[in-house]
T-cell receptor, first 116, second 112 residues
């Protein structure tokens, strides 16, 4: 079975600090990778996704993530965080079956708190 | 446009009672998923419907849990004889084929 590990449960940063959230997965086949974000009081929203092609993907709000296949990693980065980035971030993976996406395997989430 | 709609948003019930949770997916989305999130844990897959195919029920934790999707649209997740460990946020998501999932706000279920 696939599993997803997020290394940090809670990250606290000051505004303008750089952010990197770790995500590792266990699955030997072709995968699709996602980062979702949940702002306080809101539903889960897609931040960015990787299906194929350039392993460096850019998402909304200045976030990016890099897929490193050899390390089974898909770390999320942002060069300068803002107070409004305070949220919970979830890494998710599913197996690429070519025609459908199927179930997602989620990490436990990382709560990011940004102090103004 | 309208997103995934779930009802009720909150449900409090006594242990042993049955509950039904509803999900209205985004119009036209052929895939529908149920997940749950218990306190301090990640999202846990429950069941997945794709078009007219047989659902993937591999994540249902016990035979007290069941789900159906009528007419390829609305889905109902039913939990019979609820237990305290069923307390969680139940999330529904929908998607087009080969597209990311869109999530609803969830139903917060509390079992007394």
């Amino acid at each position: 079975a696939q599993s997803v590990s997020q290394h940090n449960h809670h990250v606290i940063l000051s505004e303008a600090a750089s952010l990197e959230l770790g995500c590792n997965y266990s699955y030997g086949g072709t995968v699709n990778l996602f980062w979702y974000v949940q702002y306080p009081g809101q539903h889960l929203q897609l931040l960015l996704k990787y299906f194929s092609g350039d392993p460096l993907v850019k998402g909304i709000k200045g976030f990016e993530a890099e897929f490193i296949k050899s390390k089974f990693s898909f770390n999320l980065r942002k060069p300068s965080v803002q107070w409004s980035d305070t949220a919970e971030y979830f890494c998710a993976v599913n197996a690429d079956r070519g025609s459908t996406l199927g179930r997602l395997y989620f990490g436990r989430g990382t709560q990011l708190t940004v102090w103004p | 446009g309208a997103g995934v709609s779930q009802s009720p948003s909150n449900k409090v019930t006594e242990k042993g009672k049955d509950v039904e949770l509803r999900c209205d997916p985004i119009s036209g989305h052929t895939a529908l998923y149920w997940y749950r999130q218990r306190l301090g844990q990640g999202l846990e897959f429950l069941i997945y419907f794709q078009g007219n195919s047989a659902p993937d029920k591999s994540g249902l934790p016990s035979d007290r849990f069941s789900a159906e999707r009528t007419g390829g649209s609305v889905s109902t997740l039913t939990i019979q004889r609820t237990q305290q460990e069923d307390s969680a946020v139940y999330l529904c998501a929908s998607s087009l084929v080969y597209q990311p999932q869109h999530f609803g706000d969830g139903t917060r279920l509390s079992i007394l």
